[in-house]
Structures are given as structure tokens and as C-alpha cells.
């Protein structure tokens, strides 16, 4: 072999050449295989938007079935390939000016329409006089990782923005990351929490190992939620409600824990407040009908268990209804709340002051060993309530009556309690000087039967069961018949004949008087004006005006719609206002007889002399006649101290120009003895009992 060089010396061969060749078949064959098994997109294209080369995999990724097809559809990369047409312009520039782009991100259509995302990188491929001749790259679908990175962007924005505070834990239970709400639930300002355990309980308010339990719930069940008190950073503590779920990797082991807190500091407040408002009374704020119901019940239950014995105060106002009346609901509803107030300072912590609606409280010992414990308690509330309670604007008195009774010896079940007190109320009420009562058998009997009455009081007008009988009143010389006072009379459907006395109060109390008033007056000026077209000669109809009637502000107009509506001569109307109606206002009472006096009617006084008439104001008043009651007339002969008042009574109406009526006359004796001191009329059983309509017509045709 010479050695002239290489060449020479190896001289152009066919075999040389074939195992070049070869090597270089399988150099390209080796890049070809790169090219067309490649992950990514491979490709050259034309500055002008065409395709020179692409692999399988672009294709794939564009939704192309061949390299081939791809570039004979996609021509005009600008027009076709990018969702955003500016796209290829950015990218171009890029390439041109740098050479090169890198993780160029685009969203490009696929063949069928799809949209999805690539990311591409690319260079510029120049020829020597540096004139572009290509551009060559990869492609890479970025889809599905766009999309999570999406999702996690989202979920981190709830973590941020959720009103729960989230913590999420590692395997260890330590802090790995919080959320604002977490922060800001529990006051951690700024602190950092990430790697240590969750310190969330409250110190002193739960077992100490509560979330290590949580936490082993949470390994064992799945989840576990619970209301605890969570403490904030400074140590206060508040209800939260928290639940803790797993984070489980794909084997199913557990990675991390997800613990929510809420707080429920409002919930647990409106929880109270609706509470409160079940069982309190929102004007005074003492226990209301239930809770006041509801302790009794206990306390019965103890002295039923223990042996003890309690006792129930039940307090009626007596002069609520006239301030709720006459200075408006503020003003009672004022009067309450400082009632209120004053009673609480009257009892121990133990005891329960309640308000059972209206006017009615209630007291409750409920543990007062032996001796009159109610007593005393009634004797205390009376004193504090003596002095006036300062409403805006003026001064109220407002002492209640008090019914006491003891359990278990008056009773035993709650009702039967409440029953016995509010009978002994009623007495105490009825009782005058003495403010409270404490019970005692005889009262219940009569309360029930007062409730029944009341009710069939109500009706007793509607079903026609009232009437009215009428009492001679005649001349006490001449015995000539001069008027008739009309009495009304209740035929009871079972109790037969009721007289007023028993149930003219009850219906001053329920305040039925005022339409069962209007009833009388009605039907008395009717009956006057049906006799005297008859043609009987009585001169008038006096009519009982009881003090609730005489206080109504609408009285004077009721009167005038019966003289209206029946059309009698007002003269012959008389009405019979007893003393004690007049003696709370006289002012007021004044300014009422004048107005009736005016309207033309005469005017009584019934009862005269078992009240306390000021003889200065009976001087200023347009009465007509004074009725001698008749308590004085009774023993009139029989007793010298009743004969000089009566006598003294005959005396001073005729002094003040009034004529004189003397009521309860059974006697000649006491009619003698009457007419003799100058007395003018007289009215009893000795001329006549009160008679029913017809016989009173019989009475009028004798004489
Ligand atoms: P009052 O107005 O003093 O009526 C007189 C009462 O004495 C009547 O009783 C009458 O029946 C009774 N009486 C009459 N003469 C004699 C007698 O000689 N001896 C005795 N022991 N009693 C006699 P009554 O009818 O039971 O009425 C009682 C009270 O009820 C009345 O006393 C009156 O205050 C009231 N009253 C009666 N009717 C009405 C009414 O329509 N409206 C109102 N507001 N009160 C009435
Ligand atoms: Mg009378
Ligand atoms: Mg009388």
C-alpha cells in the first residue's frame, strides 16, 4: 500500500461506499425513528404558515390521521392552527428577533374544532447569507395540566375565601396550612402555626386528649364532627362547631386530615334568645306562665320527695286596669316593668318572681320549712309597693291584693296551687283593709263557682235571664204612690232567682255592668213610658247607677240614648249614685252630675251616710234627693244613735233644699217615726216588696 494519503492509498471503493451509505441509513434510519416515535410534536414550517415536516405525533396531537394529511389541511397555521390569530404573529416576531422561543404557551383548534392547549418550543433555521429558510420545533400538549392547575387555583381561592376556618393537618396531626378564616376566627395574628400540633380546645373545658380522640375517629370511621369550645389565640373560649375529614392517598393510606371550624357564637346566642323568649317575659324579663308553671311543678315534686314544704303568693294589681286606661299601654307597661323591679328586691335568689300575664304575678318560695313564711313575704311586697312608683309624667299608686297558699297542704298539683292562691286573692281583694289573704277551704268552693258565674253572666243578658222588679216609692203622708226604683233581678237557668248583691259586683268587677247598665236603663225608661200610656199616674223610674257605670266617660251618652231611643221626659228619669262612686274623683264626679243634671235628669243619693261625703262638696252638688240608707233605718226605733242619724240626715237635706227618701221601711213604727222628723218619701217592704211587672201593675191599678 503507498502512502500518497488517504485516498490514495485507499482508493475509491465500491464496498467503502456501500458500508458508508450503510452507516448513514442507519444514522438517518436511527432520527427517524426519533422523529416519528418522539412524545412531542415535531415539525418544520414556512415562514408563511405551511407545513414542511411534521411527525406521527403532532398529528396526533393536532387530531390529524397522518403526518400527510396534516400538512395538506393546515395551510395557514395563522388562520387555522390559533384560537388566538395574533398568536403566530407573536410567535413569529419572537423567532425572528431572539432566534428561538421557549414554552411558547398557545390555545390552538384541533382538526375536529377542540380547543387545547400546547406549549412549544421552536427555532429559526437560517441559510449562510442568513435568509430564513424554516422554522423547526416541538409541540407539547399542556391540556389536561392547564386544566388541574385551573382546578387547584380554584381551590386554593376557596381555601382563601371561605368563611370556615380550614387547617389542614399532616399524617403526624401537625399544622401544614390555614386559611384567613382560620386566622381570623381564632385572633392568630401573624403567628405562624405550620408545623406544630392543632392547639384548637379549650384549656379546662374538655378532656385533654379531645382531638388526639377526634383525630383516631377520623382514622377509624371516615370523618368526625362535634361541637366543642374552641379556644381563640389570647385563651378565650368560643362554641365552635368542627368537623375533621381524611385525606387519602391512592393505596388509601391516610395523608392528611382537613379540619373545618365554625363558630357558632350566633347561633348559640339566637338559641338563647329564642330560649329566653319561650320562657321569659319580654316586658319585665321575669320567668313567664311556662317557666314559672315549670318551676312549681319542681318545686312540688321536692317538697313531695324531700318533705318540704312551699308557698305560692299569687298578686293581683288593684289599680292597673285605671292606669293602662287613663295614662295609655307605655305608661302600664312602665308601671309593670318597675312593679317588676320592686318585687324581685322582696324575695331571695331562690325564689321565683313571675309574671303570669297582665297584671298578675306570681311569687314562689319554694322551700319554706313550717310557719306563715307567705305572711311575712305578703307583709314585705306590701310595704315596698306603699310608696308611689314614678311613671314619666306623674306619681301612680299600685298596691296588689295577694292570695298565699302552701303546698302540699292546700294542694298538690300545680293547678290546684295556682287555684287556691288566686282564690285567696280574690278574698283578700274583696277583704278591704288587709291586702293579702292566706287560703283556706271555704274560699275555693266559692271561687269555682264565681268563674262559672262569670260566664254565664257574660250571657245572661243575650238568653233574656235579667229582668227587672220595681219597689213602690210613695209620699210618706198622703202613702200616695209617687215613683218606682227599678231592681234588676238574674233568673238563672239553674240556680234560679240570683239577687244583685251577689252578682252586681261581679259584673262591676268584670266590667259586664256596662252593658248589663244599659240594659236597665233602657228597659226601665220603656216600662215608665208603656204604664203612663196605660194611663198610670207614676210620676218617675230611679235606676241604680253602680260606680264603674258613673266613672265610664260614655255614661252621659248611654242615659241620653235610652231617653232618646224611648222617649220619655228626662224629669221622670232618676238615677241612684251611691256615695262611694263619687268619693274617687269628685272633681270629676262634679263635672258628671252637672252634665246630667243638664240633660234634665233628677239625681239620688243611694246609701246615703255609709260613706264619707265631704258635706262642703254635697253643698256644691245639683243633687235632688238623699237616700237614707237603710241600715239606719232598720233599728231607726229600736236604737238612739241610729235615730239621731237618720234623724240628723232628715235635717241637713232639708237644710241643703234636697228632698229625703227613707229606704228598708218595714215597719209602721219606722214609717211614723220617719214622717214625724219630716222625711218625704218612703220605700220598703212595709208598702211593698219589689214587684214584677204585672204585679207592680196590679199594685198601681189598687190604689
Ligand atoms: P239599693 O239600690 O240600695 O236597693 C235597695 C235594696 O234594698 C234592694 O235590694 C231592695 O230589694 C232592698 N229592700 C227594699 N225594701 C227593703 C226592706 O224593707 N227591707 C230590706 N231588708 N230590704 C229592702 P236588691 O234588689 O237586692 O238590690 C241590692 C242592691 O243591688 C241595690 O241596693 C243596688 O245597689 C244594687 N242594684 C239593684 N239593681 C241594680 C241595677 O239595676 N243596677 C245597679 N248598678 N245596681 C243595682
Ligand atoms: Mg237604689
Ligand atoms: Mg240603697
Not at 416576531?93 to 432566534?99: A, P, V
Not at 235579667?466 to 198622703?478: F, G, I, M, S
Request: glycine letters at 8%.
Amino acid at each position: 500500500m503507498s502512502a500518497a494519503g488517504p485516498y490514495a492509498e485507499r482508493p475509491f471503493s465500491e464496498a467503502l461506499l456501500a458500508a458508508q451509505l450503510a452507516r448513514l441509513r442507519d444514522s438517518e434510519a436511527q432520527y427517524r425513528s426519533i422523529f416519528e416515535n418522539a412524545q412531542e410534536g415535531i415539525y418544520q414550517t414556512t415562514p408563511d404558515g405551511g407545513y414542511l415536516r411534521v411527525n406521527q405525533a403532532l398529528a396526533r396531537i393536532y387530531g390529524y390521521p397522518s403526518p400527510d394529511a396534516l400538512i395538506n389541511e393546515l395551510t395557514d397555521i395563522a388562520g387555522q392552527l390559533y384560537v388566538d390569530a395574533e398568536s403566530r404573529d407573536r410567535f413569529k416576531t419572537i423567532l425572528e428577533t431572539d432566534g428561538l422561543v421557549r414554552d411558547f404557551e398557545a390555545r390552538i383548534y384541533r382538526r375536529d374544532g377542540a380547543i387545547i392547549c400546547i406549549t412549544e418550543n421552536a427555532r429559526c433555521v437560517r441559510d449562510a447569507a442568513g435568509a430564513i429558510r424554516y422554522y423547526e420545533g416541538t409541540v407539547e400538549d399542556i391540556t389536561d395540566r392547564k386544566r388541574s392547575e385551573e382546578e387547584i387555583r380554584l381551590l386554593a381561592k376557596v381555601f382563601e375565601s371561605v368563611a370556615e376556618g380550614i387547617v389542614l393537618l399532616d399524617e403526624a396531626g401537625d399544622v401544614q396550612a390555614v386559611n384567613p378564616a382560620f386566622m381570623t376566627l381564632t385572633e392568630a395574628k401573624g403567628e405562624d402555626l405550620k408545623g406544630k400540633p392543632l392547639r384548637l380546645v379549650a384549656d379546662g373545658l374538655h378532656e385533654k386528649d379531645f382531638m388526639a380522640r377526634a383525630l383516631a375517629a377520623v382514622r377509624e370511621h371516615g370523618w368526625w364532627s362535634g361541637e366543642m369550645m374552641a379556644a381563640r389565640a389570647d385563651g378565650t373560649a368560643f362554641p365552635a362547631e368542627i368537623s375533621i375529614t381524611p385525606v387519602r392517598a391512592p393505596d388509601g393510606s391516610l395523608t392528611h386530615s382537613v379540619v373545618k371550624v365554625a363558630d357558632v357564637s350566633r347561633r348559640k346566642q339566637d338559641e338563647e334568645h329564642i330560649r329566653f323568649h319561650a320562657f321569659f317575659d319580654t316586658l319585665t324579663r321575669l320567668p313567664n306562665r311556662r317557666l314559672v308553671l315549670d318551676r312549681m311543678e319542681a318545686a312540688l315534686a321536692a317538697a313531695h320527695d324531700h318533705g318540704r314544704r312551699g308557698c305560692v303568693l299569687f298578686l293581683d294589681l288593684d289599680r292597673f286596669k285605671a292606669v293602662n286606661d287613663t295614662l295609655g299601654h307605655a305608661a302600664g307597661d312602665e308601671l309593670l316593668r318597675l312593679v317588676a323591679r320592686r318585687l324581685r328586691h322582696c324575695v331571695r335568689p331562690t325564689d321565683t318572681v313571675g309574671r303570669l300575664g297582665g297584671d298578675e304575678f306570681v311569687i314562689l318560695v319554694p322551700d319554706c320549712g313550717p310557719g306563715n313564711i307567705g305572711t311575712y313575704v305578703a307583709e314585705k311586697v306590701l310595704y315596698n309597693m306603699s310608696e308611689p312608683f314614678s311613671l314619666t309624667g306623674s306619681e301612680q299608686f299600685c298596691i296588689p291584693s295577694i292570695g298565699i297558699t302552701y303546698f302540699p297542704d292546700d294542694a298538690a298539683q300545680v293547678e290546684d296551687v295556682l287555684r287556691c292562691a288566686d282564690a285567696a286573692m280574690y278574698h283578700a281583694k274583696k277583704g278591704g283593709e288587709r291586702r293579702y289573704a292566706v287560703y283556706t277551704p271555704s274560699m275555693g268552693r266559692r271561687s269555682a263557682e264565681l268563674v262559672n258565674l262569670e260566664n254565664d253572666l257574660r250571657l245572661a243578658a243575650a238568653r233574656g235571664e235579667l229582668e227587672l222588679h220595681y219597689q213602690p216609692k210613695v209620699d210618706a203622708t198622703t202613702l200616695k204612690l209617687v215613683g218606682a226604683e227599678a231592681l234588676v233581678r238574674w233568673r238563672h237557668p239553674i240556680h234560679g232567682m240570683i239577687s244583685p248583691a251577689n252578682f252586681i259586683p261581679l259584673a262591676e268587677e268584670t266590667g259586664l255592668i256596662l252593658s248589663i247598665g244599659r240594659w236597665v236603663l233602657r228597659t226601665a225608661c220603656r216600662q215608665l213610658g208603656r204604664w203612663r200610656a196605660r194611663g198610670f199616674d207614676l210620676a218617675s223610674v230611679s235606676v241604680n247607677v253602680s260606680a264603674l257605670q258613673f266613672t265610664d266617660p260614655t255614661f252621659a251618652a248611654t242615659v241620653q240614648a235610652a231617653l232618646d231611643e224611648t222617649g220619655i221626659d228626662p224629669a221622670r228619669l232618676d238615677l241612684e249614685i251611691t256615695e262611694t262612686a263619687m268619693s274617687d274623683d269628685v272633681e270629676r264626679a262634679l263635672n258628671m252630675l252637672h252634665t246630667l243634671k243638664d240633660m234634665g235628669v233628677t239625681l239620688s243619693i243611694d246609701d246615703f251616710g255609709t260613706g264619707y261625703s265631704s258635706l262642703n262638696y254635697l253643698k256644691t252638688m245639683p243633687i235632688d234627693t238623699l237616700k237614707i240608707d237603710q241600715s239606719f233605718v232598720r233599728d231607726v226605733v229600736a236604737s238612739a244613735k241610729d235615730a239621731a242619724i237618720a234623724s240628723t240626715i232628715i235635717t241637713l237635706a232639708h237644710n241643703l233644699g234636697f228632698s229625703v227618701v227613707a229606704e228598708g221601711v218595714e215597719t209602721e213604727d219606722q214609717a211614723a217615726f220617719l214622717r214625724d222628723r219630716g222625711c218625704h218619701y218612703l220605700q220598703g217592704y212595709w208598702i211593698s216588696r219589689p214587684l214584677r211587672v204585672p204585679d207592680f201593675a196590679d199594685f198601681m191599678a189598687g190604689r
